[in-house]
């Protein structure tokens, strides 16, 4: 939580006591738990009944609850809501002006967004090391630098997301820095 929509999502509720039998019902929004059918009451096994589904739909708040509907020895009962989060799927693209570059030569990353009205930060990095960070402006992102030293380079851009779109990473660009 957060989630991104489409992104498969498990869901548990804890019924006490332990000793409860019966079903849950998962209600807020479009939920259809899988199991060896979609389902709607979830067995409870052990104390727990667990739903696992792809939260769909627009991006947004879903509220979640999960309704004990009781048995012979103990009534139903309703949990609190769950506030579950989902997001937008994002895509990062990355590019490089000079490919392979010299030792000192100055080299533009470019990432791109594939959603125009993205907003948050790209970070790119070297491996686990970070080069620098720049805002989402338009779709785009880009950062420059003259200081990578000789050798290849495994160049992501990273997205860190922002309240309607996800995060996500580019794939990896092998930047060759020659003597």
């Given amino acids: 939580n957060p989630s991104i929509v489409g ?7 804890i019924v006490s006591p332990y000793s409860a039998t019966g079903f849950v019902t998962f209600n807020g929004g ?6 060896a059918q979609f389902l709607i009451n ?8 667990t739903c696992t589904t792809t939260l769909g739909g627009p991006p947004g708040v879903l509220s979640i609850t999960a309704t004990y509907g009781g048995d012979n020895n103990y009534i139903g009962s309703t949990s609190a809501a769950l506030t579950q ?5 994002t895509g ?3 590019t490089s002006s000079v490919n392979p570059s010299t030792f000192g030569q100055s080299m533009t990353f470019s990432a ?3 959603f125009s009205n993205a907003i948050g930060t790209i970070t790119f990095l070297d491996g686990n090391t970070t080069l620098g960070s720049s805002a989402v402006i338009n779709a785009q992102a880009t950062f420059s630098t003259s200081s990578l030293s000789i050798g290849s380079h495994s160049i992501t851009a990273v997205y860190s997301g922002d309240s309607k779109f996800g995060g996500s990473t580019s794939a990896v660009l092998m930047q060759t820095v020659n003597a």
């Avoid at 479009?30 to 199991?35: D, E, F, H, K, T």
């Avoid at 979830?42 to 009944?49: F, H």
């Fill in 7 to 13: 992104q498969s999502v498990t869901i548990t509720a």
């Fill in 30 to 35: 479009q939920i259809a738990c899988q199991g």
């Fill in 42 to 49: 979830v067995p409870i096994s052990n104390g727990q009944a």
């Fill in 85 to 89: 989060t989902t997001k937008q799927p």
């Fill in 92 to 94: 990062t693209s990355l």
């Fill in 112 to 114: 791109l967004m594939y």
